[in-house]
């Protein structure tokens, strides 16, 4: 295990919808970030969050809503999504304060938007 | 921005063989270039990682080569096992990133180790 969890695994939702993933890690990491992975594509940085605050946010729809609560959760509320919208979703943590510190990955949760 | 290109994205070897996948990139600036190996149904995981100052880098049965002037970095994997088939993401750090922590994946190459 990479000491970063994510709830639910798997979530199948339709386009009316409200619902959030749950990112934790248990690392003592002050740096979050969410990322989609579409077959055949990149992953795709979605936000950032240093030190509770973001710091990034790569163009992504606001039906795409980040919440960081605290240094060691991480959320992300959808609604109203799109099928195209369908991917895994990745967490992961990071140390920051360093020149660039591996990323920690979570397993990712497997979206469909029906 | 940071564009960064990943070769082959297919790879099936023989166990015991050697596998080798290679990424470039566009940002001159980069300075950090990380290799994540991915299985099925987990995230990706550092496996090794090369900084700018450096050209080579090994770790067991693993090494990676930086080519700064050519802008392109490659993952070498010798006496390949079949417990190293999975999915293998190069990235490298972009320098308009406002963050400084964002990270620019290649689209992934698949490897298969046959026994």
């Known amino acids: 295990e990479t000491g970063v969890t994510q709830t639910p695994r798997h979530l199948v939702m339709g386009m009316t919808n409200k619902k959030s993933l749950k990112c934790e890690q248990h690392l003592g990491h002050n740096a979050m970030y969410w990322y989609k992975q579409s077959a055949k594509k990149p992953l795709e940085l979605m936000f950032v969050?240093?030190?509770?605050?973001?710091?990034e946010n790569n163009s992504v729809p606001s039906r795409f809503s980040p919440e960081c609560p605290n240094s060691s959760h991480l959320f992300l509320h959808l609604h109203t999504l799109q099928p195209e919208d369908s991917a895994l979703y990745l967490c992961?943590?990071?140390?920051?304060?360093?020149?660039?510190?591996?990323?920690?990955f979570g397993p990712g949760t497997r979206l469909t938007v029906l | 921005g940071e564009n960064v290109e990943q070769h082959p994205s297919t790879l099936s070897v023989q166990e015991g063989d050697s596998a080798v996948i290679k990424c470039t990139y566009s940002d001159s600036a980069s300075n950090y270039f990380p290799w994540y190996k991915q299985e099925l149904g987990k995230g990706p995981q550092l496996i090794i990682d090369i900084r700018s100052n450096v050209g080579e880098k090994k770790d067991q049965r693993i090494a990676v080569t930086l080519n700064k002037t050519a802008k392109h970095f490659s993952l070498h994997i010798t006496e390949t096992q079949p417990e190293d088939s999975a999915v293998y993401f190069c990235a490298a750090t972009p320098s308009n990133s406002n963050s400084g922590y964002a990270l620019n994946f290649g689209k992934g190459t698949s490897l298969l180790v046959t026994p």
């Open positions: 992961a943590s990071s140390q920051e304060g360093q020149n660039y510190n591996e990323q920690f």
């Open positions: 969050y240093s030190l509770e605050e973001r710091v």
